[in-house]
DNA sequence: CAGTGGTCTAGACCACCGC
DNA sequence: CGGTGGTCTAGACCACTGC
Protein backbone atom coordinates (compact mmCIF):
# COMPACT_ATOMS: atom_id res chain seq x y z
CA UNK A 1 0.00 0.00 0.00
CA UNK A 2 1.25 3.14 -0.98
CA UNK A 3 1.71 5.96 1.69
CA UNK A 4 -0.72 8.30 2.56
CA UNK A 5 1.17 11.82 1.82
CA UNK A 6 2.26 10.25 -1.54
CA UNK A 7 -1.13 9.08 -2.59
CA UNK A 8 -2.04 13.09 -1.39
CA UNK A 9 0.91 14.06 -3.84
CA UNK A 10 -0.52 12.12 -6.90
CA UNK A 11 -3.71 13.85 -6.15
CA UNK A 12 -2.54 17.13 -6.10
CA UNK A 13 -0.51 16.69 -9.08
CA UNK A 14 -3.70 15.84 -10.94
CA UNK A 15 -5.88 18.16 -9.73
CA UNK A 16 -2.83 20.51 -11.58
CA UNK A 17 -3.40 18.86 -14.63
CA UNK A 18 -6.45 19.32 -15.11
CA UNK A 19 -6.76 22.51 -14.03
CA UNK A 20 -8.57 22.49 -10.53
CA UNK A 21 -5.62 24.72 -9.14
CA UNK A 22 -4.25 26.91 -12.05
CA UNK A 23 -0.65 28.28 -11.71
CA UNK A 24 -0.98 31.15 -9.09
CA UNK A 25 -3.39 30.12 -7.30
CA UNK A 26 -3.30 29.99 -3.57
CA UNK A 27 -4.33 26.48 -1.59
CA UNK A 28 -6.59 26.89 1.88
CA UNK A 29 -4.39 26.59 4.63
CA UNK A 30 -2.36 23.81 4.97
CA UNK A 31 -5.49 22.68 8.38
CA UNK A 32 -7.85 23.24 6.16
CA UNK A 33 -6.40 21.09 3.31
CA UNK A 34 -5.05 18.45 5.88
CA UNK A 35 -8.60 17.91 6.87
CA UNK A 36 -10.00 17.89 3.37
CA UNK A 37 -7.96 15.06 2.61
CA UNK A 38 -8.83 13.43 6.27
CA UNK A 39 -5.26 13.53 7.33
CA UNK A 40 -2.85 15.48 10.07
CA UNK A 41 -1.23 18.46 9.08
CA UNK A 42 2.37 17.08 9.32
CA UNK A 43 1.24 14.43 6.71
CA UNK A 44 -0.36 16.85 4.27
CA UNK A 45 3.13 18.97 4.56
CA UNK A 46 5.08 15.88 3.29
CA UNK A 47 3.19 15.94 -0.08
CA UNK A 48 3.55 19.64 -0.24
CA UNK A 49 7.83 19.45 0.57
CA UNK A 50 7.52 16.89 -2.60
CA UNK A 51 5.58 18.65 -5.09
CA UNK A 52 8.01 21.98 -3.84
CA UNK A 53 10.93 20.72 -4.11
CA UNK A 54 9.68 19.47 -8.04
CA UNK A 55 9.44 23.14 -8.60
CA UNK A 56 5.27 22.39 -8.30
CA UNK A 57 4.16 24.03 -5.54
CA UNK A 58 5.76 27.00 -3.83
CA UNK A 59 5.17 27.79 -0.15
CA UNK A 60 5.77 31.18 1.38
CA UNK A 61 6.33 31.56 4.98
CA UNK A 62 3.40 33.45 6.78
CA UNK A 63 1.84 33.88 3.72
CA UNK A 64 0.26 30.46 1.84
CA UNK A 65 0.93 28.08 -0.66
CA UNK A 66 0.91 28.44 -4.27
CA UNK A 67 0.48 26.57 -7.60
CA UNK A 68 3.78 27.63 -9.90
CA UNK A 69 3.44 27.73 -13.47
CA UNK A 70 4.80 24.29 -15.13
CA UNK A 71 8.18 24.45 -15.73
CA UNK A 72 8.70 23.22 -20.08
CA UNK A 73 9.67 19.30 -20.11
CA UNK A 74 13.50 19.11 -20.59
CA UNK A 75 14.30 16.08 -22.26
CA UNK A 76 17.41 14.07 -21.66
CA UNK A 77 17.90 15.60 -18.58
CA UNK A 78 21.70 14.99 -17.64
CA UNK A 79 21.06 14.56 -14.08
CA UNK A 80 19.46 11.00 -14.77
CA UNK A 81 21.97 8.69 -14.95
CA UNK A 82 20.92 6.42 -18.15
CA UNK A 83 22.65 4.46 -20.01
CA UNK A 84 23.64 4.93 -23.55
CA UNK A 85 20.90 2.53 -25.47
CA UNK A 86 18.31 4.10 -23.08
CA UNK A 87 19.25 7.31 -24.15
CA UNK A 88 19.22 6.64 -28.10
CA UNK A 89 16.09 4.92 -27.50
CA UNK A 90 14.38 8.17 -26.03
CA UNK A 91 15.90 10.27 -29.35
CA UNK A 92 14.10 7.05 -31.41
CA UNK A 93 17.27 5.15 -32.35
CA UNK A 94 18.13 1.85 -32.65
CA UNK A 95 21.40 0.40 -31.51
CA UNK A 96 21.45 -1.89 -33.65
CA UNK A 97 24.83 -2.05 -34.96
CA UNK A 98 28.18 -2.16 -32.58
CA UNK A 99 31.69 -2.43 -32.90
CA UNK A 100 33.42 -3.61 -30.15
CA UNK A 101 36.54 -4.62 -28.00
CA UNK A 102 37.75 -5.35 -24.83
CA UNK A 103 41.06 -5.50 -23.63
CA UNK A 104 43.31 -6.30 -20.23
CA UNK A 105 45.80 -3.82 -19.51
CA UNK A 106 47.29 -2.00 -16.40
CA UNK A 107 45.26 0.54 -15.53
CA UNK A 108 46.48 4.18 -17.73
CA UNK A 109 47.19 6.60 -14.80
CA UNK A 110 44.75 8.84 -15.57
CA UNK A 111 42.06 6.86 -14.50
CA UNK A 112 44.08 5.27 -11.67
CA UNK A 113 43.54 8.09 -9.86
CA UNK A 114 39.92 8.52 -10.41
CA UNK A 115 39.15 5.03 -9.24
CA UNK A 116 41.68 4.78 -6.31
CA UNK A 117 44.31 2.18 -7.64
CA UNK A 118 47.36 1.79 -7.82
CA UNK A 119 48.91 2.19 -11.16
CA UNK A 120 49.86 -1.57 -11.59
CA UNK A 121 46.13 -3.01 -10.81
CA UNK A 122 44.77 -4.80 -14.11
CA UNK A 123 41.43 -2.68 -15.77
CA UNK A 124 39.04 -3.40 -18.61
CA UNK A 125 39.01 -1.12 -21.15
CA UNK A 126 35.97 -1.88 -22.98
CA UNK A 127 35.18 0.36 -26.06
CA UNK A 128 32.09 0.59 -28.05
CA UNK A 129 30.52 2.74 -31.08
CA UNK A 130 27.57 2.45 -31.88
CA UNK A 131 26.34 2.98 -35.43
CA UNK A 132 23.05 4.17 -36.71
CA UNK A 133 22.44 3.98 -41.15
CA UNK A 134 26.35 3.14 -41.34
CA UNK A 135 27.24 6.40 -39.70
CA UNK A 136 28.99 6.53 -35.93
CA UNK A 137 27.23 8.20 -33.35
CA UNK A 138 28.36 7.40 -29.89
CA UNK A 139 31.97 6.31 -28.95
CA UNK A 140 32.10 4.74 -25.63
CA UNK A 141 35.12 3.79 -23.16
CA UNK A 142 34.70 2.00 -20.23
CA UNK A 143 37.66 1.35 -17.97
CA UNK A 144 36.83 -1.15 -15.35
CA UNK A 145 38.95 -2.61 -12.07
CA UNK A 146 39.23 -6.54 -12.28
CA UNK A 147 39.30 -6.85 -8.74
CA UNK A 148 35.47 -5.82 -8.58
CA UNK A 149 34.39 -7.31 -11.49
CA UNK A 150 36.76 -10.35 -12.39
CA UNK A 151 35.77 -11.95 -15.65
CA UNK A 152 32.52 -11.03 -16.43
CA UNK A 153 32.74 -10.45 -19.67
CA UNK A 154 33.83 -13.81 -20.79
CA UNK A 155 30.66 -15.11 -19.07
CA UNK A 156 28.02 -12.75 -20.83
CA UNK A 157 26.99 -11.28 -24.47
CA UNK A 158 27.42 -7.50 -24.13
CA UNK A 159 23.79 -6.56 -26.37
CA UNK A 160 22.37 -5.70 -22.29
CA UNK A 161 22.85 -1.65 -20.92
CA UNK A 162 26.70 -2.22 -19.26
CA UNK A 163 24.80 -1.20 -16.21
CA UNK A 164 22.52 -4.36 -16.03
CA UNK A 165 25.47 -6.29 -17.48
CA UNK A 166 27.71 -5.13 -14.19
CA UNK A 167 24.33 -5.60 -11.93
CA UNK A 168 23.66 -9.15 -12.50
CA UNK A 169 27.23 -10.47 -12.81
CA UNK A 170 28.74 -8.98 -10.02
CA UNK A 171 26.38 -7.29 -7.86
CA UNK A 172 27.69 -3.90 -8.62
CA UNK A 173 25.27 -0.82 -8.77
CA UNK A 174 26.01 1.76 -10.37
CA UNK A 175 24.08 4.57 -8.92
CA UNK A 176 25.46 7.91 -9.29
CA UNK A 177 28.52 9.39 -11.25
CA UNK A 178 30.29 12.77 -11.70
CA UNK A 179 30.44 13.88 -14.96
CA UNK A 180 32.89 16.37 -16.30
CA UNK A 181 31.54 18.14 -19.91
CA UNK A 182 34.23 18.90 -22.33
CA UNK A 183 34.48 19.16 -26.08
CA UNK A 184 37.26 16.99 -27.84
CA UNK A 185 40.33 18.92 -29.23
CA UNK A 186 40.21 18.42 -33.17
CA UNK A 187 43.44 16.20 -32.92
CA UNK A 188 41.61 13.89 -30.76
CA UNK A 189 41.38 10.38 -32.65
CA UNK A 190 37.98 9.40 -31.13
CA UNK A 191 36.75 12.92 -32.52
CA UNK A 192 37.95 12.36 -35.91
CA UNK A 193 36.31 8.99 -36.09
CA UNK A 194 32.58 10.76 -35.37
CA UNK A 195 33.58 13.39 -37.61
CA UNK A 196 31.00 12.37 -40.12
CA UNK A 197 30.30 15.59 -42.07
CA UNK A 198 32.87 18.58 -41.70
CA UNK A 199 30.66 20.19 -39.40
CA UNK A 200 29.79 17.65 -36.57
CA UNK A 201 30.23 18.78 -33.40
CA UNK A 202 30.70 15.89 -30.36
CA UNK A 203 30.61 16.46 -26.52
CA UNK A 204 32.98 14.51 -24.22
CA UNK A 205 31.56 13.28 -20.63
CA UNK A 206 34.23 12.44 -18.57
CA UNK A 207 32.79 10.04 -16.01
CA UNK A 208 33.53 8.93 -12.84
CA UNK A 209 30.76 6.36 -11.51
CA UNK A 210 30.26 5.10 -8.06
CA UNK A 211 28.19 2.74 -6.00
CA UNK A 212 25.76 3.17 -3.13
CA UNK A 213 28.40 3.57 -0.91
CA UNK A 214 30.34 6.21 -2.93
CA UNK A 215 32.82 3.82 -3.76
CA UNK A 216 34.53 4.58 -7.39
CA UNK A 217 33.72 1.42 -9.12
CA UNK A 218 34.36 2.69 -12.90
CA UNK A 219 35.57 5.31 -15.47
CA UNK A 220 34.04 5.76 -18.90
CA UNK A 221 34.88 8.32 -21.56
CA UNK A 222 31.67 9.03 -23.47
CA UNK A 223 32.04 10.85 -27.39
CA UNK A 224 28.49 11.86 -28.23
CA UNK A 225 28.00 13.17 -31.61
CA UNK A 226 26.26 16.85 -30.11
CA UNK A 227 23.84 16.66 -33.88
CA UNK A 228 22.11 13.78 -32.53
CA UNK A 229 22.50 13.89 -28.65
CA UNK A 230 20.82 16.96 -26.79
CA UNK A 231 21.53 17.20 -23.08
CA UNK A 232 19.87 19.42 -20.84
CA UNK A 233 20.69 20.09 -17.23
CA UNK A 234 18.41 22.26 -14.85
CA UNK A 235 20.26 25.19 -12.74
CA UNK A 236 19.08 26.50 -9.70
CA UNK A 237 20.73 29.11 -7.40
CA UNK B 1 17.38 30.63 16.31
CA UNK B 2 18.23 28.00 14.02
CA UNK B 3 16.14 25.01 14.51
CA UNK B 4 17.09 21.53 16.28
CA UNK B 5 17.23 19.32 12.97
CA UNK B 6 19.66 21.77 11.29
CA UNK B 7 21.96 22.09 14.49
CA UNK B 8 21.72 18.13 14.39
CA UNK B 9 22.61 18.26 10.96
CA UNK B 10 25.78 19.82 11.44
CA UNK B 11 26.97 18.11 14.36
CA UNK B 12 26.47 14.93 12.46
CA UNK B 13 28.40 16.79 9.73
CA UNK B 14 31.19 17.73 11.98
CA UNK B 15 31.36 14.37 13.98
CA UNK B 16 31.89 12.59 10.44
CA UNK B 17 34.83 15.18 9.09
CA UNK B 18 36.27 14.62 12.36
CA UNK B 19 36.10 10.65 11.41
CA UNK B 20 34.03 10.09 15.10
CA UNK B 21 32.20 8.17 12.60
CA UNK B 22 33.69 6.51 9.53
CA UNK B 23 32.71 5.70 5.87
CA UNK B 24 31.05 2.69 6.75
CA UNK B 25 29.66 3.24 10.22
CA UNK B 26 26.67 2.38 11.59
CA UNK B 27 24.63 4.93 13.67
CA UNK B 28 22.45 3.75 16.55
CA UNK B 29 18.90 3.07 16.05
CA UNK B 30 16.98 6.40 15.57
CA UNK B 31 15.51 5.52 18.72
CA UNK B 32 18.99 5.82 20.24
CA UNK B 33 20.19 8.47 18.54
CA UNK B 34 17.29 10.84 19.19
CA UNK B 35 17.88 10.03 22.94
CA UNK B 36 21.34 10.78 22.68
CA UNK B 37 20.52 14.66 20.66
CA UNK B 38 17.90 14.90 23.17
CA UNK B 39 14.80 15.21 20.80
CA UNK B 40 11.97 13.72 19.38
CA UNK B 41 13.08 10.48 16.63
CA UNK B 42 11.16 12.76 14.21
CA UNK B 43 13.69 15.42 14.92
CA UNK B 44 16.62 13.36 14.16
CA UNK B 45 15.33 11.75 11.07
CA UNK B 46 14.82 15.19 9.88
CA UNK B 47 18.36 15.82 10.32
CA UNK B 48 19.35 12.45 8.69
CA UNK B 49 16.67 12.87 5.71
CA UNK B 50 18.83 16.04 4.79
CA UNK B 51 21.99 14.35 5.30
CA UNK B 52 21.02 11.56 2.99
CA UNK B 53 19.50 14.18 0.46
CA UNK B 54 23.45 15.10 0.24
CA UNK B 55 24.59 11.39 0.00
CA UNK B 56 26.21 11.92 3.27
CA UNK B 57 24.55 9.08 4.64
CA UNK B 58 22.66 5.71 3.65
CA UNK B 59 19.30 5.02 5.06
CA UNK B 60 18.70 0.98 4.68
CA UNK B 61 15.05 -0.01 5.78
CA UNK B 62 15.16 -2.55 8.39
CA UNK B 63 18.96 -2.55 8.41
CA UNK B 64 20.49 1.07 9.95
CA UNK B 65 22.27 4.21 9.13
CA UNK B 66 25.11 4.51 7.58
CA UNK B 67 27.89 6.94 6.99
CA UNK B 68 29.14 7.13 3.18
CA UNK B 69 32.16 7.64 1.85
CA UNK B 70 32.41 11.54 1.30
CA UNK B 71 32.38 12.17 -2.38
CA UNK B 72 34.70 14.59 -4.21
CA UNK B 73 34.39 18.17 -4.71
CA UNK B 74 33.13 18.98 -8.02
CA UNK B 75 34.15 22.57 -8.63
CA UNK B 76 31.78 24.56 -10.94
CA UNK B 77 28.72 22.40 -10.19
CA UNK B 78 26.76 22.97 -13.14
CA UNK B 79 23.18 22.77 -11.20
CA UNK B 80 24.58 25.82 -9.48
CA UNK B 81 23.35 28.92 -11.11
CA UNK B 82 26.01 31.06 -10.53
CA UNK B 83 27.41 34.30 -12.38
CA UNK B 84 29.88 34.62 -14.70
CA UNK B 85 31.83 36.87 -12.21
CA UNK B 86 31.40 34.23 -9.49
CA UNK B 87 32.63 31.66 -11.66
CA UNK B 88 35.40 33.73 -13.02
CA UNK B 89 36.35 34.87 -9.35
CA UNK B 90 36.26 31.18 -8.23
CA UNK B 91 38.85 29.57 -11.29
CA UNK B 92 41.09 32.62 -9.87
CA UNK B 93 40.56 34.82 -12.67
CA UNK B 94 39.71 38.42 -12.50
CA UNK B 95 37.26 40.08 -15.16
CA UNK B 96 38.67 43.48 -15.20
CA UNK B 97 38.62 44.27 -19.02
CA UNK B 98 34.85 43.67 -20.76
CA UNK B 99 33.34 44.51 -23.87
CA UNK B 100 29.54 45.32 -23.38
CA UNK B 101 27.15 46.45 -25.95
CA UNK B 102 23.24 46.62 -25.54
CA UNK B 103 20.78 47.32 -28.25
CA UNK B 104 17.14 46.89 -28.63
CA UNK B 105 15.45 45.07 -31.45
CA UNK B 106 12.52 43.14 -31.73
CA UNK B 107 12.55 39.96 -30.70
CA UNK B 108 14.30 37.08 -32.98
CA UNK B 109 12.35 34.25 -34.00
CA UNK B 110 14.55 31.45 -32.16
CA UNK B 111 13.79 33.70 -28.17
CA UNK B 112 10.87 34.58 -28.90
CA UNK B 113 9.30 30.82 -27.95
CA UNK B 114 11.46 29.96 -24.89
CA UNK B 115 10.63 33.73 -23.81
CA UNK B 116 7.04 33.28 -24.47
CA UNK B 117 6.62 36.42 -26.42
CA UNK B 118 5.41 37.45 -29.95
CA UNK B 119 8.14 38.29 -32.41
CA UNK B 120 7.22 41.43 -32.48
CA UNK B 121 7.83 42.30 -28.97
CA UNK B 122 10.91 44.51 -27.89
CA UNK B 123 14.08 42.75 -26.31
CA UNK B 124 17.13 44.13 -25.18
CA UNK B 125 20.30 42.37 -26.51
CA UNK B 126 23.20 42.59 -24.08
CA UNK B 127 26.29 41.34 -25.53
CA UNK B 128 29.37 41.18 -23.39
CA UNK B 129 32.75 40.12 -23.46
CA UNK B 130 35.21 38.98 -20.84
CA UNK B 131 39.05 39.57 -20.95
CA UNK B 132 41.61 37.93 -18.67
CA UNK B 133 45.31 39.39 -20.16
CA UNK B 134 44.06 40.67 -23.31
CA UNK B 135 42.42 37.32 -24.51
CA UNK B 136 38.93 36.69 -24.80
CA UNK B 137 37.06 33.90 -22.01
CA UNK B 138 33.90 33.98 -22.42
CA UNK B 139 31.03 35.64 -24.24
CA UNK B 140 27.15 35.95 -23.18
CA UNK B 141 24.70 37.15 -24.94
CA UNK B 142 21.31 37.88 -22.56
CA UNK B 143 17.86 38.31 -24.23
CA UNK B 144 15.83 40.47 -21.83
CA UNK B 145 12.17 41.54 -23.05
CA UNK B 146 11.77 45.19 -22.25
CA UNK B 147 8.11 44.66 -20.78
CA UNK B 148 9.88 43.20 -17.65
CA UNK B 149 12.79 45.55 -17.58
CA UNK B 150 11.81 48.85 -18.58
CA UNK B 151 14.68 50.61 -19.13
CA UNK B 152 17.12 49.22 -16.26
CA UNK B 153 19.95 49.81 -18.72
CA UNK B 154 19.82 53.53 -19.04
CA UNK B 155 19.97 53.83 -14.98
CA UNK B 156 22.53 51.47 -13.83
CA UNK B 157 26.49 50.49 -14.77
CA UNK B 158 26.70 46.97 -15.49
CA UNK B 159 29.73 46.47 -13.24
CA UNK B 160 27.81 44.43 -11.04
CA UNK B 161 26.73 40.61 -11.92
CA UNK B 162 23.54 40.66 -14.33
CA UNK B 163 21.35 39.01 -11.36
CA UNK B 164 22.05 41.79 -8.83
CA UNK B 165 21.09 44.58 -11.56
CA UNK B 166 18.08 42.83 -12.51
CA UNK B 167 16.70 42.13 -8.66
CA UNK B 168 17.71 45.79 -7.63
CA UNK B 169 16.40 47.36 -10.97
CA UNK B 170 13.30 45.36 -11.47
CA UNK B 171 12.77 43.47 -8.27
CA UNK B 172 12.89 39.95 -10.73
CA UNK B 173 14.75 37.53 -9.22
CA UNK B 174 16.04 34.41 -11.79
CA UNK B 175 16.68 31.13 -9.67
CA UNK B 176 16.29 28.56 -11.90
CA UNK B 177 17.25 27.83 -15.74
CA UNK B 178 16.75 24.97 -17.85
CA UNK B 179 20.35 25.06 -19.79
CA UNK B 180 21.04 23.32 -23.15
CA UNK B 181 24.57 22.25 -23.60
CA UNK B 182 26.38 22.38 -26.84
CA UNK B 183 29.35 22.65 -29.25
CA UNK B 184 29.21 25.75 -31.66
CA UNK B 185 30.13 24.67 -35.22
CA UNK B 186 33.35 25.98 -36.28
CA UNK B 187 31.45 28.78 -38.40
CA UNK B 188 30.11 30.21 -35.45
CA UNK B 189 31.21 33.86 -35.32
CA UNK B 190 31.32 33.78 -31.52
CA UNK B 191 33.30 30.85 -31.79
CA UNK B 192 35.78 32.13 -34.37
CA UNK B 193 36.13 35.16 -31.47
CA UNK B 194 37.12 32.73 -28.81
CA UNK B 195 39.72 31.00 -31.07
CA UNK B 196 43.19 32.16 -29.67
CA UNK B 197 45.08 29.39 -30.12
CA UNK B 198 43.97 26.32 -32.82
CA UNK B 199 43.44 23.94 -30.28
CA UNK B 200 41.07 26.00 -28.46
CA UNK B 201 37.76 24.51 -28.35
CA UNK B 202 34.39 26.56 -26.17
CA UNK B 203 31.02 25.41 -25.05
CA UNK B 204 27.96 26.89 -25.76
CA UNK B 205 25.30 26.97 -22.88
CA UNK B 206 21.77 28.01 -24.12
CA UNK B 207 19.39 29.18 -20.70
CA UNK B 208 16.11 29.92 -20.52
CA UNK B 209 15.99 31.77 -16.96
CA UNK B 210 13.10 31.72 -14.50
CA UNK B 211 11.79 33.51 -12.11
CA UNK B 212 10.62 32.26 -8.81
CA UNK B 213 6.96 31.72 -10.73
CA UNK B 214 8.65 29.12 -13.04
CA UNK B 215 7.84 32.62 -15.32
CA UNK B 216 10.42 32.61 -18.44
CA UNK B 217 12.14 36.35 -17.90
CA UNK B 218 15.59 35.78 -20.10
CA UNK B 219 17.33 33.84 -22.57
CA UNK B 220 20.81 33.45 -22.48
CA UNK B 221 23.66 31.91 -25.03
CA UNK B 222 27.06 31.97 -23.31
CA UNK B 223 30.44 30.81 -25.22
CA UNK B 224 32.90 29.66 -22.63
CA UNK B 225 36.19 28.46 -23.29
CA UNK B 226 36.90 24.92 -22.25
CA UNK B 227 40.26 25.12 -21.57
CA UNK B 228 39.91 27.37 -19.21
CA UNK B 229 36.24 26.83 -17.47
CA UNK B 230 35.20 23.42 -16.40
CA UNK B 231 31.39 22.00 -15.78
CA UNK B 232 30.42 19.04 -13.74
CA UNK B 233 27.08 17.47 -13.19
CA UNK B 234 26.35 14.95 -10.58
CA UNK B 235 24.14 11.87 -12.37
CA UNK B 236 22.14 10.02 -10.51
CA UNK B 237 19.75 6.67 -11.16
C1' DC C 1 11.34 -13.50 15.52
C1' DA C 2 13.59 -9.10 17.17
C1' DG C 3 15.30 -4.87 15.64
C1' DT C 4 15.55 -1.53 12.26
C1' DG C 5 13.52 2.37 9.66
C1' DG C 6 8.74 4.35 7.57
C1' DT C 7 4.41 6.48 8.38
C1' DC C 8 0.94 8.89 10.90
C1' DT C 9 -1.36 11.46 14.49
C1' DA C 10 -3.08 15.36 17.68
C1' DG C 11 -1.70 18.89 19.74
C1' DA C 12 1.52 22.46 21.12
C1' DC C 13 4.20 26.51 20.44
C1' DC C 14 7.15 29.54 17.43
C1' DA C 15 8.31 32.65 13.35
C1' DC C 16 6.88 35.27 9.66
C1' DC C 17 3.78 38.35 6.91
C1' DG C 18 0.38 41.74 5.82
C1' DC C 19 -2.96 44.71 7.43
C1' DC D 1 -3.15 41.78 15.46
C1' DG D 2 -4.84 37.34 13.05
C1' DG D 3 -3.58 34.00 9.84
C1' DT D 4 -0.07 31.64 7.56
C1' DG D 5 3.63 28.18 7.47
C1' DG D 6 7.84 26.03 10.52
C1' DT D 7 9.25 23.15 14.23
C1' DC D 8 8.78 19.74 17.75
C1' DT D 9 6.91 16.10 20.61
C1' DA D 10 5.39 11.37 22.49
C1' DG D 11 3.46 7.74 21.25
C1' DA D 12 1.37 4.41 18.09
C1' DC D 13 1.46 1.13 14.47
C1' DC D 14 3.34 -0.68 9.96
C1' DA D 15 7.00 -2.61 6.69
C1' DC D 16 11.33 -4.36 5.85
C1' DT D 17 15.64 -7.15 6.89
C1' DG D 18 18.45 -10.61 8.75
C1' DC D 19 19.06 -14.29 11.72
Known amino acids: MKPKYII ?19 FGSEYEMATQFEVSRETFRSAVKLLEQEGKLLV ?19 EKLTSITAMMKQAGLKDAERHESISTE ?3 EEYAISLN ?33 GDIFEERGLSEPLFHVLEAASGIKIVRSNTEINVPTSTDPYYQKLLVKPETTVLLLKQQHFDDSNRP ?20 R
Open 60 to 78: KHGVGTFVMNPLPEVPNNL
Open 217 to 236: MMFSVDYYRNDIFKFWVQRM
Open 106 to 108: TCP
Open 117 to 149: LSPDEHVYIHERTRMVNGEPVVISINILPKKYF
Open 8 to 26: IKEEIEKMIESGVYQPGDQ
